[in-house]
């Protein structure tokens, strides 16, 4: 399961960024080279990566106007569903596990059913509830295996139909004392697309925002289609290749090499498997491409935990989403769409 980094977490690891490429899928600053002033960009640091948002259009001051809307959205709603904040939906939810459900924002409660959908779908492979597993703190610069015991006595509280969602009165609810929530690895699409639409409803129809590996992609930059880069998770300073994309475009990635130390000769990163509370076993990264976030959120994660045969058996039914597996033997497996659009570097 990704998992939000603390703010102590975030500037270690923006400290370690040697490429220019922020993630599995990055935005490739050639293309913005030779821009003129009608192209804006800023960053920030926002669930627990940096985000980076690039406008094109007719007027600068109207688009930095627009921008500083939807950092605002974006901001609202990370305040709202971060469990590093004390006064976040989330933590309050995770306090009052086992005793009481707790009222939440509509926007909160649609990323909830997202979660638990997800969870239904992949049999548990998506989790929401990794929150509980807190012997792992990769955020804090962790560099030592938590006791078998702690892990194991953590995983018993992991269990997505622990969570009680009550659309009528607008609750949710952890039904075990211990229970807790993290919703790293499926609110961050759904905040990057509101940001994306704020951007929409004040005139902007060319942008990019990028989210520590996740793309979204509006129009076109220069009448040219936006350049996303896959990074190789084998060796994340080479791309696998690159997708050209205009219109409306979502790339998601997720990947073992971001956030992990090295114990017992493996590398123990930050995705977790919710069945075993360690991290995951299967491939080394995922990429996605769709239309919209609804279609691969939460997916990727679950792909880290089954691998291409359960991205197979996932996408089967899914000819709008493209995907890019990097198994742990070092094959990949892609789509054919994907292998069509991908051109190599």
């Known amino acids: 399961m990704h998992r939000m980094n603390s703010p102590r977490g975030l500037t270690r690891r ?63 709603l990370t305040a709202l569903m971060t469990r590093y904040s004390p006064d976040s939906t989330v933590s309050a939810i995770n306090r009052a596990a086992g005793r009481h459900a707790v009222a939440v924002a509509p926007e909160v409660m649609a990323v909830l059913k997202a979660a638990q959908g997800i969870a239904a779908q992949t049999h548990g492979a998506f989790d929401a509830t990794v929150g509980a597993l807190k012997a792992w703190r990769f955020g804090e610069g962790q560099s030592t295996l938590p006791a078998p015991r702690e892990i194991e006595a953590q995983r018993r509280l992991v269990g997505y139909r622990g969570l009680v969602l009550d659309e009528r009165a607008r609750t949710a609810f952890l039904n075990q004392h211990g229970m807790a929530l993290d919703l790293g690895g499926i609110a961050k699409l759904p905040i990057l697309e509101a940001g994306m639409r704020t951007l929409r409803q004040h005139g902007v129809d060319n942008a990019m925002i990028n989210g520590g590996g996740d793309v979204l992609i509006a129009g076109q930059l220069h009448g040219r289609a936006w350049r996303v880069g896959l990074r190789d998770p084998r060796a994340p300073e080479r791309m696998i290749g690159v997708l050209a994309l205009q219109g409306q475009a979502i790339v998601a990635s997720s990947g073992d090499y971001e956030r992990f130390f090295m114990a017992q000769g493996e590398r123990q990163h930050h995705i977790l498997n919710p069945a075993t509370g360690r991290p995951t076993q299967g491939p080394h990264g995922v990429s996605l491409l769709a239309k919209d976030a609804a279609s691969v959120n939460g997916l990727g994660t679950a792909i880290m935990v089954l691998g291409s045969e359960g991205a197979r058996a996932l996408l089967k039914d899914q000819p709008a989403v493209q995907a890019l597996v990097v198994n742990r033997d070092h094959s990949v497996w892609q789509t054919p769409g994907m292998a069509t659009l991908l051109q190599t570097t």
């Open 14 to 76: 923006r400290m370690a960024m040697a490429l220019p490429l922020l993630g599995s899928a990055a935005w490739i600053p050639s293309a913005l080279a030779a821009a003129p002033a009608v192209a804006e960009r800023s960053s920030r640091a926002l669930m627990g990566t940096q985000v980076d948002m690039v406008t094109h259009g007719p007027d600068a001051r109207a688009l930095q106007a627009a921008m500083d809307q939807a950092w605002r959205e974006m901001e609202r």
